[in-house]
């Protein structure tokens, strides 16, 4: 839909390179910018400037670059849901938000760390149906931003072997998107064993 994809980077590297090559400070200011704006918009192209990422800048200033500018965009994404298409997402994504709802009533900010860290539902679904809920914008951004980490790094990582890559596929393995998955639930298992322990201590202490 939008003419690009991974064989699309592929081929447009070298030109890339250079221009960053040319004027690197720039060049990585438009990159951050424009992430950030492909991410408010929902768009889907955030993984193929990931990979890209990884490639141009390196594993450390691409992981620096993307988690900021994700979590930014991100963010963004969330406030416009909330503040101008709320009736939109609602129409579009409303069978999902009973979910989103409880999760967020019962688990609060562990319940959107689990969806960050699980690649189940897709990020830029979870950035519109936050919109819809009450979590604050800035609880909102630090734990995507902290939530996403992983899969950020295994994605510039990928980048940075990025002429070796055939398909996405060569990317997210099953044992791997089995491996965040586990780590996703892992939050909300340690918030319902505090409580229980609480719980079991309250109880206790007061027979």
Do not use: C
Not at 6 to 35: D, G, K, M, N, R
Not at 40 to 56: E, F, I, K, N, R
Not at 99 to 106: R, Y
Not at 121 to 150: C, D, E, H, K
């Amino acid at each position: 839909m939008f003419g690009l994809d991974l064989s699309y980077i592929q081929s447009h590297y070298t030109q890339l390179a250079e221009a960053f090559a040319q004027t690197p400070l720039p060049f990585a200011v438009t990159f951050f910018a424009a992430y950030v704006l492909v991410t408010a918009a929902s768009l889907p192209l955030a993984t193929l400037l990931t990979l890209l990422a990884g490639s141009l800048f390196g594993f450390w200033h691409g992981v620096l670059l993307v988690s900021f500018a994700s979590s930014l965009g991100a963010t963004l994404a969330m406030l416009v849901s909330r503040y101008a298409l709320s009736g939109i997402v609602l129409r579009r994504f409303g069978a999902r938000m009973e979910v989103i709802h409880q999760g967020i009533k019962k688990d609060g900010a562990f319940y959107l760390f689990a969806l960050r860290l699980t690649p189940v539902v897709p990020f830029f679904i979870v950035n519109l149906l936050m919109g819809l809920t009450q979590i604050r914008a800035f609880t909102f951004y630090w734990v995507s931003q902290l939530g996403m980490l992983a899969l950020t790094m295994v994605y510039v990582n990928a980048g940075t072997q990025l002429a070796a890559l055939k398909s996405m596929s060569d990317i997210a393995s099953p044992l791997l998107l089995i491996s965040l998955l586990i780590a996703g639930l892992m939050p909300l298992l340690l918030r319902k064993l505090t409580v229980w322990f609480f719980n079991r201590a309250r109880a206790e202490l007061s027979n």
